[in-house]
């Protein structure tokens, strides 16, 4: 069995900050997402890459950066938080593009 | 484009009944690939099962099975024997070759009572 790590679980940022949330994964799986869920609105891709180094923007990658540096490891940024901004960023990873997903447990942005 | 579309918002069924979710889904591939996934109160997402467009017969996995029915772009989640724990989010989410990741639905939020 694997695992996929999201840190931190819990992100308290201020408007205009910069915000990294990181993710990690051993199952040796190809691609990596960032998803990003708000209540109410399910689950909207932010990015995804699909190897080491690779990155590919989703729906709602304005606002957002990735690294994926390792093929383990896919982290994204926040580029500037926005005031209220309340939502869960999830990350998960797949063996291939077309295989199920694994999700991380979240990190929860609470932007004041 | 792709679209996916679950209409229920919520559900409520006595345990050890069987619960049925609709999705639908837009898509203008001929080829893709369905998901149905379960959030936990703790907000953990597992996958449940998956339908590939080009397999005629649905898919089962334990008490989980899918109800495909192509013609009307529809892949039902049903339940079957539900339990207390089975109470959970549930995500319809859909997948074509030249999409970028997932699309996801809104989420069925099943009530499973004692």
């Known amino acids: 069995g694997g695992i996929i790590t999201q840190t931190p679980k819990f992100l308290i940022g201020q408007e205009g900050q910069k915000l990294t949330l990181k993710c990690q994964q051993n199952f040796n799986h190809d691609t990596m997402y960032w998803y990003r869920q708000d209540s109410g609105k399910g689950l909207r891709l932010i990015y995804y890459s699909i190897t080491e180094n690779d990155l590919q923007k989703g729906d709602l990658s304005e606002g957002y950066d990735a690294s994926r540096e390792k093929k383990s490891s896919f982290s994204l940024t926040v580029t500037s938080a926005q005031k209220n901004e309340m939502a869960v960023f999830l990350c998960a990873s797949s063996r291939q593009v077309n295989s199920d997903y694994t999700f991380g447990s979240g990190t929860r942005l609470l932007v004041i | 484009a792709q679209k996916v579309t679950q209409t229920q918002t919520s559900i409520s069924v006595m345990e050890k009944t069987t619960v049925t979710m609709d999705c639908v889904y837009e898509?203008?591939?001929?080829?893709?690939?369905l998901f149905w996934y379960k959030q936990t109160a703790s907000g953990e997402i597992v996958f449940l099962i998956r339908q590939d467009s080009y397999k005629k017969e649905n898919a089962t996995v334990g008490h989980y099975s899918l109800n495909f029915q192509k013609p009307k772009s529809s892949i039902g989640l049903i339940i079957t024997a539900t339990q207390i724990e089975d109470s959970a989010v549930y995500f319809c989410a859909m997948r074509n070759n030249y999409a970028q990741g997932l699309t996801f639905g809104l989420g069925t939020r099943v009530s499973v009572f004692p």
């Open positions: 898509t203008q591939d001929s080829s893709y690939f």
